[in-house]
Every structure is written in structure tokens, then in C-alpha cells.
């Protein structure tokens, strides 16, 4: 009798449905819900021309798996906003709770911190290493995202001071970027600039992060093009009552001195 060998399968990987969505902390200040509202919302136009099958992914706070760990939360961190290229927006019909890397095996092309205090906790550097009890202690952020995610673009807003500092990864480093003559960071691949806007957003005035091209134009959320419409629309009913009204005197004039003409004739 042979006896056949039993094929051994290794253990299933966690998916996005089995990961903790949450990691139970609050959100730190007023302004980080609104941000990364703007910051979806004023880039969206984009990046349906760039992509328009749809495949592409955003997270606002979303938990990124990038090694198994007990408890899972150890082994993910949470950019207030990422943007992913070329990946379903959905899974299998399912809305998405988390991203796992070792799912989708894409790295964000880019991941915005907004930080409360100085930035401390999203520039630590501590790598990953086993502590005197032999257990894995937490990495640092910035070494998470450099070393092991990989993001090529990483973005630190600290709200208190205002300040805005991008980095690129450069040869498995991040290079902190200048900005250019207008104060903003070019993010290449996108074809966008990101910077620092002041105004008023959600009954907020303040330094706001927003996205513009290229050429320095501002990349407008919906109610902006809604009022951009509104204006455009109001100053073309303005030229073309101008321009009847001129017509209208013309013909007037023309009319007293003997000549009379159509006044779409003068138009």
C-alpha cells in the first residue's frame, strides 16, 4: 500500500474584513476631519481624468497592514489621508476597512500627516527591534513609512505652528523637499503641487493644506466651482447687457440722424 504524502497549506493571511478597522484613539483637534475632507474632495476631478476606470483608493485615518503582529493594531499604522494608485476602490464588492499590505503589495504613492503638536511622533526614526523581554517594540512612524511601506511622498502638517514639511523617498531615505517659488512641494507623479491656503472651510478660518497644479492654480472643491459657475455665468449676462445697451444707444443715434438699422444689426 503506498501512502500518499498530506500537502500541508500554509496558514491563510488576515484580509481587510478580519483586521481591526480601529485602533481606539481619538481624533486630536477640530481641523483633521475638514482637512482631509478638502484635501479628497479638491483632488477628485484629477484623479478621474487620470484614472478613469476608478481604480485608485483614499484614506482618511485608515489603518495600513504592513506586518502581522498580537495585537494586529501593533503591526499597522494610520495616515490621516493616503492616496493609492491603481488599486479597486472596493474589495469584492466590499467597502474597504482597512488596507493590507501584504494583500495589495502597492505602497501609497503618497501620506499626509496632520499633527497636533510638534511632529515628534510622526518624524520618529526608532526602527524596529526586540526589546530586553524578547517581545518586538513599536517602530517609529517616519521609519514605518520609509522602510518598510515604502511611501514615496510623505507629508507632516503641524496645525499649532503652521508648518509644512514634505519628503521624498530617495535612494531608501527620505530627502526632506524645498519648496519652490511659490511655497509649495511638487508631488511629480501627480502633477500637483502641495501647500499651505488661508481661508474659510466648514465655518473655519485658517491655514488650510490644498493641492494646486502645475501652473500655481488652485484646484477648487465643488462649492468653488459651483461659485466660480455662478460668477463666470453673472459676468456674461453683465457683457451681454452692455453690449445691448450700446447697441440700443447706437441705433438711437443712427435712427436721428436718418439711419435706420436692425439693432442686431450693431451688435
Not at 503618497?110 to 526614526?125: F, P, Q, Y
Not at 473655519?204 to 460668477?231: A, H, P, S, Y
Request: net charge negative.
Amino acid at each position: 500500500m503506498i501512502e500518499t504524502a498530506t500537502k500541508i497549506q500554509p496558514p491563510l493571511l488576515p484580509n481587510h474584513t478580519q483586521l481591526p478597522e480601529s485602533d481606539g484613539t481619538f481624533v486630536k483637534n477640530f481641523q483633521e476631519h475638514p482637512q482631509t475632507i478638502l484635501l479628497t474632495d479638491s483632488i477628485g476631478s484629477l484623479l478621474k481624468q487620470i484614472h478613469p476606470d476608478g481604480q485608485y483608493a483614499i484614506g482618511q485615518d485608515c489603518g495600513i497592514y504592513w506586518r502581522q503582529t498580537d495585537p494586529p493594531e501593533r503591526g499597522a499604522e494610520a495616515p490621516d489621508w493616503f492616496y493609492v494608485p491603481n488599486v479597486p476602490p472596493m474589495l469584492k464588492g466590499q467597502i474597504r476597512r482597512s488596507y493590507v499590505l501584504w494583500q495589495e503589495l502597492r505602497p501609497p504613492l503618497i501620506a499626509i500627516e496632520l499633527a497636533s503638536g510638534n511632529g515628534t511622533e510622526e518624524r520618529d526614526k526608532t526602527p524596529l527591534s526586540l526589546s530586553e523581554e524578547g517581545k518586538r517594540t513599536k517602530p517609529g512612524k517616519f521609519w514605518v513609512y520609509e522602510q518598510m511601506i515604502r511611501i514615496p511622498y510623505y507629508g507632516i502638517y503641524e496645525i499649532k505652528t503652521g508648518q509644512l514639511a514634505v519628503y521624498h523617498l530617495q535612494d531608501l531615505t527620505y530627502q526632506q523637499l524645498k519648496p519652490n517659488d511659490r511655497g509649495h512641494y511638487l508631488i511629480a507623479p501627480l502633477k500637483v503641487e502641495l501647500g499651505l491656503w488661508r481661508g474659510t472651510y466648514q465655518n473655519q478660518t485658517q491655514l488650510w493644506l490644498r493641492w494646486w497644479d502645475e501652473q500655481g492654480n488652485l484646484l477648487l472643491i465643488g462649492e468653488e466651482r459651483v461659485e466660480l459657475e455662478k460668477q463666470r455665468t453673472a459676468q456674461e449676462k453683465q457683457r451681454a447687457e452692455r453690449a445691448e445697451r450700446r447697441a440700443h444707444l447706437l441705433a438711437e443715434r443712427l435712427k436721428a440722424m436718418g439711419v435706420d438699422l436692425n439693432e442686431e444689426e450693431l451688435k
